[in-house]
């Protein structure tokens, strides 16, 4: 079977001998029901070619009747030359901006588009027999007609299959029955819970069959055939309901065509194969920091291992809410947030939008353990985040553009807000003061969408690594432009000018001693290792001069004061890593020596102070278990520590990491909240360093003496106007009419 792509057009013909089989379309309805215009000024392009595949993109806008641009669209396919198999996988977006009154970000927001429908149809020149499977183990049911027959999902089929976790803009739970519907002839004759469809259509000459991968979770999905059709709603008509994408969300969809005559050959659609390399193979490749194969199992395995064998494993906690849907399956329930609720109320609707790096943990520990349920959490997760949890727009702010939005509010249900965070449903927030926002550096995960496109070679992961350092470079340095860096003046330097005006001594510091500025570095880490001779390493160095130094007075930046403080332990978690990638790089050069010798200089003084979080729980406004978990990145830092130093400290290093993570461990395995999701992706992403008994590198750092200590970091009326200057002379060659109207109507909601 060959297939003949059409120019500028979401269309292709199969070629059966000399005679087109079939043509294939993917078609978008607009609110009204009518077809929109596909436009694209670009042809199909390869985008990789192989010797078993091909994979060709197009990329364009579907236009309403008036001609107004309606939603974006990539189509990719995947063609699969021994086979007749094709990938066919389509992405709306909007890429609009949403406008975000307040910093509430609820459904019906003025920036998103609606539709009613789309499908990839398919057309004979002759008609045919259809066969319909709809593939649910043990009670799969088969259909069979000259006329037509179809399957279609309206919701999960599981218990909560109504829950509103499912709602529109106006509130209404949009799911209508449970399961799904078979039809035969224009009748509906049959129901079921959760379907994994083929759809088999034969004629004398030709024969298609179509499946549609992960079907009932991303509900509502349908697949029918007629005499001359078939098609797959991928968005279908027949919900009956009028489909939004937020400004900045998109959703990529994606089915099987297989032209071939054996009729079994897309059952595994629904049940792939994972690909698994023994744990050595990872370690011996450097692949994972701190990763040793084949050790054995101990008391932080069997508690992460909860996460797939414990009564509320990751899997079950999706049921619990319901989490399907097209918009939110593959996220993670946050079941910690009910921890409040009164007894015997259904759970509250809570998203984690991949709080402290799910992905990268369910990672790590697939690539430990080799099981697949934790590969198959880890790629539905990634998907989610990629299209839906990161704001995909260039023209909202430049502080807000590819931001990874915030998990749910603390202790309140999402409503409308679904992945967005903060709502107009809920008066108050979990931060007192605070009833809405937007992206912040707090949230940014890139890690783990860093080992996706590694494992996977999913390209959207990589680029979406990449457009959330960049936005970190926004949100940290400024964007480009004169406004843009005098704003950026106005936050950073001003301050300080005020500070040397009063007659005080203000640091050198320009960002701040936080989590965020950890998650600016891993970051910028994460895109070193996929473009490194971008600079990217070279500006994480840059940010560790500016928010560290050796002569820093720790007491002075109040890190015991938990609420405001206890995020620095994923800033230095960032500089361990740091320091890990460079000597993997072979780098012991003035960046290294700097950041170990304050590394060290911190971690010293956490042994001395730092305690259990518990220890005073007068200090916490929320007293949970969840600070325990947070005491595994204590412990994770010592261990580090231990590996950066030698003889009588390193062992004393070891042997306080130790106690911290017996006594965390030996808690949480006595806690009632052991099960929570935050808890066990907190323990999953800290596992690591605790498996290293030696120092291997130490020799490189033996011959090493301190030599950045001498002096305190203490900025001079030189230093910050040589900051102005520089910020200044950056936004005038930066500046150009066009960017900087641009950049105002964004900051003015224009």
Not at 204 to 227: H, M, Y
Request: net charge negative.
């Amino acid at each position: 079977m060959d297939y003949k792509l059409q120019a500028h057009s979401l269309a292709w013909d199969s070629i059966n001998t000399a005679d087109r089989a079939s043509q294939t379309k993917v078609l978008l309805k607009d609110e009204d029901h009518r077809a929109c215009e596909f436009i694209s000024s670009e042809n199909w392009e390869v985008i990789e070619a192989g010797p078993v595949s091909i994979t060709v993109k197009q990329d364009g806008v579907w236009k309403k009747s008036d001609g107004s641009d309606h939603v974006r669209v990539t189509c990719e396919l995947a063609i699969y030359s021994a086979n007749g198999l094709m990938e066919v996988s389509v992405t709306p977006h909007n890429p609009r901006r949403a406008s975000h009154p307040g910093g509430l970000w609820d459904l019906g927001d003025r920036g998103s588009v609606f539709f009613r429908g789309l499908n990839v149809e398919t057309t004979f020149s002759q008609e045919g027999h259809i066969t319909l499977i709809s593939g649910e183990p043990e009670t799969s049911k088969t259909v069979t007609s000259n006329q037509s027959a179809g399957i279609y999902q309206d919701s999960s089929g599981g218990t909560h299959w109504d829950s509103p976790n499912h709602v529109d803009r106006f509130g209404k739970i949009t799911t209508r029955f449970r399961g799904y519907s078979i039809s035969k002839d224009g009748q509906a004759i049959s129901s079921g819970l959760r379907a994994n469809p083929r759809l088999i259509w034969e004629s004398d000459k030709t024969s298609l069959q179509i499946a549609v991968p992960r079907f009932w979770q991303n509900f509502p999905t349908s697949v029918c055939g007629e005499q001359r059709k078939v098609v797959a709603g991928l968005f279908p008509e027949d919900s009956g309901q009028l489909y939004e994408l937020q400004g900045g969300e998109r959703k990529r969809q994606t089915l099987f065509i297989d032209h071939s005559e054996r009729k079994d050959d897309l059952s595994w659609v629904y049940a792939p194969l994972t690909p698994v390399l023994d744990a050595s193979v990872y370690e011996a490749s450097d692949a994972f920091p701190w990763f040793q194969a084949n050790q054995p199992k101990g008391p932080l395995d069997e508690l992460i291992n909860q996460g797939l064998e414990g009564p509320y494993n990751f899997f079950q906690k999706r049921e619990q809410i319901d989490e399907y849907g097209w918009r939110n399956f593959g996220d993670i329930f946050a079941d910690h947030e009910t921890l409040y609720q009164p007894e015997g109320e259904p759970p509250l609707v809570s998203h984690y939008n991949n709080q402290y790096d799910a992905i990268y943990g369910f990672a790590r520990q697939f690539a430990l353990t080799g099981d697949s349920r934790w590969f198959e959490l880890m790629d539905d997760l990634a998907r989610h985040v990629v299209d839906i949890d990161i704001y995909h727009t260039n023209e909202d702010r430049a502080e807000y553009n590819h931001g990874l939005f915030w998990h749910t509010d603390h202790y309140l249900p999402a409503h409308t807000a679904t992945h967005r965070t903060f709502t107009r449903h809920n008066d108050t927030s979990s931060t007192p003061g605070q009833t809405g926002g937007g992206p912040a550096a707090e949230h940014c995960y890139t890690t783990g969408l860093l080992y996706h496109y590694l494992m996977t070679g999913q390209a959207d992961s990589r680029a979406a690594v990449l457009d959330l350092t960049q936005w970190m470079v926004n949100l940290h340095d400024g964007s480009r432009g004169l406004l843009a860096q005098l704003l950026a003046v106005k936050k950073q330097e001003v301050p300080k000018l005020k500070a040397l005006v009063r007659g005080e001594q203000p640091s050198t510091h320009r960002y701040p001693f936080t989590r965020g500025t950890g998650n600016y570095l891993t970051a910028l880490m994460d895109a070193a290792i996929l473009e490194p001779h971008n600079g990217w390493l070279e500006k994480a160095s840059q940010v560790m001069r500016d928010t560290i130094h050796p002569g820093d007075d720790i007491g002075a930046r109040n890190l015991l004061d938990v609420e405001i403080g206890w995020s620095y332990l994923i800033l230095l978690s960032a500089m361990a890593r740091f320091l890990k990638l460079k000597r993997q790089y072979q780098e012991i050069d003035a960046s290294y020596l700097y950041t170990r010798e304050a590394f060290l200089k911190y971690t010293a003084w956490m042994q001395t102070n730092e305690s259990p979080f518990l220890q005073e729980p007068e200090q916490l406004e929320f007293a949970n278990d969840t600070w325990v978990a947070q005491d595994i990145r204590k412990a994770m830092l010592l261990f580090n520590a231990a590996e950066l130093s030698q003889g009588d400290e390193a062992a004393d290093y070891r042997h306080t990491a130790q106690t911290w993570l017996e006594q965390a461990c030996n808690t949480l395995a006595n806690s009632p909240e052991k099960h929570f999701s935050r808890i066990l992706i907190i323990l999953a992403q800290n596992y690591a360093q605790h498996s290293e008994t030696e120092a291997p590198h130490s020799d490189v750092d033996k011959a090493t003496a301190p030599i950045h200590a001498a002096g305190d970091p203490l900025l001079t009326w030189p230093q910050l106007i040589a900051r102005i200057v520089q910020r200044i002379s950056l936004g005038i060659t930066q500046f150009r009419p066009a960017r900087e109207k641009a950049w105002l109507d964004a900051r003015m909601n224009r």
